[in-house]
């Protein structure tokens, strides 16, 4: 799935702006760090803060790991506790799977996403919460968020690596913020046959197959010549694609021809 | 993002019937072949089909990265062409982020998911190619797929490694069998307070501000009252949490009792 385009690079910059400040807390693995910049930069997301990372700040085994990414990594703040990093919030949700005590409202990844985009727009700054990998957040974490992000997961195998659980949560947000069409067919350089390509093709056939018998039955050629033009136009032509196989007709016409 | 309840297995048995074949062309590393099988359960997916592995089947390196997914490992086939891997799937899709000279359609992942779940369900096969981590898939393997799935990523970064990609295509296709709430809020043992306990608790504490001064101008009583009761409305309170606040408010009121 490679295809970075760096003229494009302005495009994700404005993006950023949009989504929310990941906040690890107390992540034990630069590795994991540089692989959750990665996530976050496929998903324009820029803004790491890190709480209590427990190797400090082991920028080349978070650089190496992060398979460029290293803008985030270069912007990435530290924080001393989980109280300051979301000082400046004014939305923040908690990551956990686990069921906790608290009585605080779950939300899907993809409701929070399409409900807080609106109002990210608007200038308000909301941040999501991961804990560390071996443990999760802490009840007094999760307590300081207005609600816990839900990833719908296999419940007989729903263990995440830190790095997904982001690149989920990132996709989410870049998808509530992109306007993705659910289906596009490029054309590249051609264009879409016109309905007078196609019938000049279909009469085209349509007399090969009445000349070679396959047409013979009177009763049932008006059915066969509908769902022959039914399955062509089904197609989607493109006038390249016409002209082919008006070519693969005349071929297979004349072949003893060129048989000899 | 831990969690797993190995007691509900069973849901995810009967959910993978619903999922699409993952084939992997040409994967170059064992680790990669194990991480993506580990993507794969935890989205349900449970038929893996590789297309001449670079490694043969490196089953040891596989195991070790897929982090307990080995019943995904356990039931892979290893076919000699895509063709071959393919020829019992009804409907493929094709996942590449380059633009390639072949007229395609392209779908989103969201949609193609949406779309294709009901016809999984009636028994119409389906399947995802993926291609080798270096070069992605052939123009001939595209050739024969019917439709391109397309994942959302910044424009500017949009290298996504192989078991990050069927992570992002396993959650679609998850997300679109599973009943997943916009938003619940878990109360565990607890019940939500009747409009009387609420009702009970605001007249409590009305009096006390009466009594203190704090709604002393009678010209903003009605709003400020209005506005205090709406607060607290809005945090949706359990019964115990009502009591909890009014316990707060005869402790703040009679302090300096306690104090002496």
Redesign the interface.
């Given at each position: 799935?490679?295809?970075?385009?760096?003229r494009?690079?302005?495009?994700?910059?404005d993006?950023c702006k949009n989504g929310p400040v990941i906040v690890l807390v107390e992540p034990q693995l630069g590795e994991n760090i540089g692989m959750v910049a990665r996530?976050m930069?496929?998903?324009?997301l820029m803004e790491l803060r890190l709480v209590n990372p427990r190797e400090g700040w082991s920028r080349d085994k978070a650089i190496k790991a992060s398979?460029?990414?290293t803008i985030v990594l270069d912007r990435a703040q530290i924080f001393e506790s989980t109280a300051e990093a979301i000082a400046d919030l004014e939305q923040v949700y908690a990551?956990?799977?686990?069921?906790r005590?608290l009585?605080?409202?779950?939300?899907?990844a993809?409701?929070a996403a399409a409900t807080y985009t609106p109002l990210i727009r608007q200038g308000i700054k909301c941040g999501v919460l991961f804990g560390k990998e071996s443990k999760?957040l802490s009840n007094d974490d999760v307590a300081l968020a207005d609600?816990i992000l839900?990833?719908?997961?296999?419940?007989?195998?729903?263990?995440?690596n830190?790095a997904?659980?982001v690149?989920?949560i990132g996709?989410e947000w870049?998808?509530a913020n992109?306007e993705?069409?659910?289906?596009?067919?490029?054309?590249?350089k051609?264009r879409p046959a016109s309905k007078q390509d196609l019938m000049g093709f279909f009469e085209q056939l349509e007399s090969e197959l009445d000349a070679s018998g396959f047409l013979r039955v009177p009763d049932k050629r008006p059915s066969m010549v509908r769902n022959i033009r039914s399955l062509f136009t089904r197609a989607n032509l493109?006038f390249q694609?016409v002209s082919t196989l008006r070519g693969i007709i005349s071929f297979l016409v004349h072949k003893k021809s060129f048989r000899k």
């Amino acid at each position: 799935m490679a295809g970075t385009d760096r003229r494009r690079k302005g495009e994700a910059e404005d993006f950023c702006k949009n989504g929310p400040v990941i906040v690890l807390v107390e992540p034990q693995l630069g590795e994991n760090i540089g692989m959750v910049a990665r996530a976050m930069l496929n998903f324009g997301l820029m803004e790491l803060r890190l709480v209590n990372p427990r190797e400090g700040w082991s920028r080349d085994k978070a650089i190496k790991a992060s398979s460029g990414a290293t803008i985030v990594l270069d912007r990435a703040q530290i924080f001393e506790s989980t109280a300051e990093a979301i000082a400046d919030l004014e939305q923040v949700y908690a990551t956990t799977a686990r069921p906790r005590d608290l009585v605080k409202p779950m939300l899907s990844a993809r409701h929070a996403a399409a409900t807080y985009t609106p109002l990210i727009r608007q200038g308000i700054k909301c941040g999501v919460l991961f804990g560390k990998e071996s443990k999760g957040l802490s009840n007094d974490d999760v307590a300081l968020a207005d609600a816990i992000l839900h990833l719908p997961l296999n419940p007989a195998f729903a263990s995440l690596n830190l790095a997904q659980a982001v690149l989920l949560i990132g996709y989410e947000w870049f998808c509530a913020n992109s306007e993705v069409p659910d289906k596009v067919t490029p054309l590249g350089k051609g264009r879409p046959a016109s309905k007078q390509d196609l019938m000049g093709f279909f009469e085209q056939l349509e007399s090969e197959l009445d000349a070679s018998g396959f047409l013979r039955v009177p009763d049932k050629r008006p059915s066969m010549v509908r769902n022959i033009r039914s399955l062509f136009t089904r197609a989607n032509l493109t006038f390249q694609e016409v002209s082919t196989l008006r070519g693969i007709i005349s071929f297979l016409v004349h072949k003893k021809s060129f048989r000899k």
